[in-house]
């Protein structure tokens, strides 16, 4: 190779050790990507992930993001895109250091502020936590403000309250209790006895 070549194919590839640009395409099926750069569009390039092992995570780019390309040997064609550059287009969610935030494109947003120790999740649809043996809420208060549905059996370990209306609680419908004494304001009900009662003896059978 003549050597004003060489020393030509060498400023080269030094300048495309490390270039600036934006993700022009999106290849979700294979994950790679195409950045535009300056005059230039890459092939179709990988993206870096936090892991790609037995562990994987999956937050592909967007077109229109700023990246990184480090192209080892200053070879585009073998490059890695880094993502992660806030721009003009795209700025930070957020200008508070104690503050972790992931926002999502239909609104919903995930914040941990460290400093107060608040976790916040805001602008979701619908939430699903499956687990094949246990989930455990380790907390002294929980408070729902809608509805609570229980599809299967539901046990409290120390006790129940509610509140209802200007007349206590309400409850609608059948109880039905089996095993044990039930007793109100210290009268097992099903062994009281009335007396006094006129029609049919002195005093009525024990309740059915």
Do not use: F
Not at 84 to 104: F, K
């Amino acid at each position: 190779m003549h050597p004003d070549t060489a020393h030509l194919d060498t400023l080269r590839r030094l300048d495309n050790l490390v270039r600036l640009g934006r993700i022009a395409a999106v290849d979700h099926d294979a994950a790679r990507c195409r950045v535009q750069t300056g005059g230039n569009l890459t092939g179709w390039l990988p993206w870096l992930t936090q892991r790609a092992g037995t562990t994987r995570t999956w937050c592909p780019p967007t077109v229109g993001e700023q990246v990184i390309i480090l192209s080892p040997s200053g070879e585009p064609a073998g490059g890695i895109v880094l993502t992660g550059l806030y721009s003009e287009l795209v700025e930070a969610p957020s200008t508070t250091s104690s503050e972790h935030i992931t926002d999502y494109p239909d609104g919903a947003r995930i914040t941990y502020n460290h400093a107060t120790g608040h976790l916040h999740a805001s602008g979701v649809n619908t939430a699903t936590l499956q687990a094949a043996v246990k989930v455990t809420i380790d907390c002294p208060h929980t408070h729902c403000t809608g509805k609570l549905t229980v599809d299967d059996l539901l046990t409290y370990g120390n006790g129940i309250t509610g509140t209802g209306g200007s007349n206590g609680n309400v409850i609608t419908g059948p109880l039905t209790h089996t095993g044990g004494n039930l007793s109100s304001n210290g009268i097992v009900l099903h062994t009281h006895k009335h007396t006094g009662v006129q029609s049919g003896g002195s005093q009525t059978g024990t309740p059915l």
